[in-house]
């Protein structure tokens, strides 16, 4: 009798312990869930400004929209993951697990990208200010950012203005510029990186949710004997 009693405690603490991953699994995806929307916002930000089209390379932008494409998969993956971990389907798990590590890994990218990307702010706004300035539609452009950042110029009213400045301004819209695309970058960047803290500690907890998954048929088949 003692024997059983020990195998039944054993039954038993296994069974809660699984329990206790599966609501710790809910838990992080719906920390997940919101993390995609995070993703979503900082993605939709970058791309509301419009900064983006004085860079004369497309990474700004796609960076952004890979972002909110991420986000949207995020957001696909975290509700499969949790039908998954609710119904305790392998096949489910398996498949939220390869999903999910390969959205970490382009996340990790993401990051990378808008890290390296961010010291080279100063020469890519010059640059694409240079090329605006002597395209006529671009000087419309220059125009609705001197307009937005209340500036005049790149580094001052008498470099490279378009034709409307706003009244009274002095200032060029350089240190402007590199401070809202540099802010922009670094939200992109963060919220990538507290993403993927999330999406990993998912992968950790999915391996110990899927570990052994005929213990708890063996556990119920004990106790009831």
């Not at 039954?11 to 993390?35: D, E, P, S, W, Y």
């Not at 993703?39 to 970058?46: M, T």
Request: hydrophobic residues 55%; neutral net charge; glycine residues 10%.
């Amino acid at each position: 009798h003692y024997g059983r009693g020990l195998l039944c405690f054993e039954c038993i603490a296994g069974m809660a312990t699984k329990r206790i991953i599966q609501v710790i699994f809910v838990i992080v995806n719906c920390i997940f869930l919101l993390a995609g929307i995070l993703l979503i916002a900082a993605g939709g930000f970058a791309l509301g400004g419009h900064l983006d089209e004085l860079i004369p390379i497309p990474n700004f932008n796609a960076i952004a929209g890979i972002i909110i494409f991420v986000g949207l998969l995020v957001l696909g993956i975290s509700l499969f993951g949790l039908i998954g971990g609710v119904k305790r389907n392998n096949i489910l798990l398996r498949i939220y697990f390869v999903a999910l590590l390969i959205i970490v890994i382009i996340q990790m990218a993401v990051a990378i990208g808008a890290f390296v990307l961010r010291p080279q702010l100063p020469s890519l706004l010059q640059q694409g200010w240079s090329l605006a300035w002597n395209d006529t539609q671009g000087r419309q452009v220059l125009t609705v950012v001197q307009t937005t950042l209340n500036c005049c110029g790149f580094s001052s009213p008498t470099d490279m203005p378009a034709p409307q400045c706003p009244v009274g301004v002095n200032v060029g819209c350089y240190n402007a510029m590199l401070d809202l695309t540099g802010s922009q970058m670094m939200y992109i960047a963060v919220a990538s990186l507290i993403t993927a803290f999330f999406e990993i500690a998912s992968l950790v907890v999915s391996c110990f949710l899927h570990a052994d998954p005929d213990k708890d048929t063996d556990h119920r088949g004990i106790l009831q004997a």
